[in-house]
């Protein structure tokens, strides 16, 4: 059995990873919070579709444009309020604004995506442009005599 040499930046790299993947968040001193939602993105029967998290969020507060390549998808999660008469342990449910750009990894037609929202998730199809081929055309050489 070969030994695996210690790596500590191995490690380093593995929690930045962990990190990353998790969601990204920015408070403001007003309290107003943005965050960045996880998603995936991948092609499937060629159109580029896209997975973003949204647990918990009204589909009617979700808004998603295609500008310039780029998928823009933003929101905001509204906080029930709050019952004074209950006694809370831990509050870490918040309202907020979220917001998340995805540049595309090819070029689509926009007018023609579709969104859905199901279990949570946000689904965006957007067909690929299709190429345009090359127009060739033969060219007759002429012998100068």
């Known amino acids: 059995m070969a030994l695996i040499p210690y790596d500590p ?9 962990e990190w990353a993947s998790r969601f990204h968040e920015v408070t403001f001193p007003e309290g107003l919070r943005i965050e960045e939602p996880r998603a995936d993105v991948y092609e499937k029967d ?6 973003i998290e949204m647990p918990g969020i009204d589909p009617k507060n979700i808004e998603v ?3 310039n390549n780029v998928l823009r998808v933003e929101g905001k999660k509204e ?10 342990y831990r509050k870490e449910i918040r309202a907020g604004y979220f917001k998340r ?9 926009a007018g023609k995506a579709q969104a859905k929202y199901e279990n949570g998730v946000l689904i965006v199809e957007v067909p690929k442009k299709a190429l345009q081929k090359p127009k060739s055309k033969k060219i007759e050489v002429k012998v100068k005599k």
């Not at 906080?79 to 809370?88: A, F, Q, T, V």
């Open 9 to 17: 930046f191995r490690e380093l790299e593995r929690f930045f990873d």
């Open 46 to 51: 060629g159109k580029i579709c896209a997975e």
């Open 65 to 67: 444009s295609i500008e």
């Open 79 to 88: 906080e029930k309020k709050e019952e004074k008469k209950k006694g809370y």
């Open 101 to 109: 750009l995805i540049a595309l990894p090819e070029e689509v037609e």
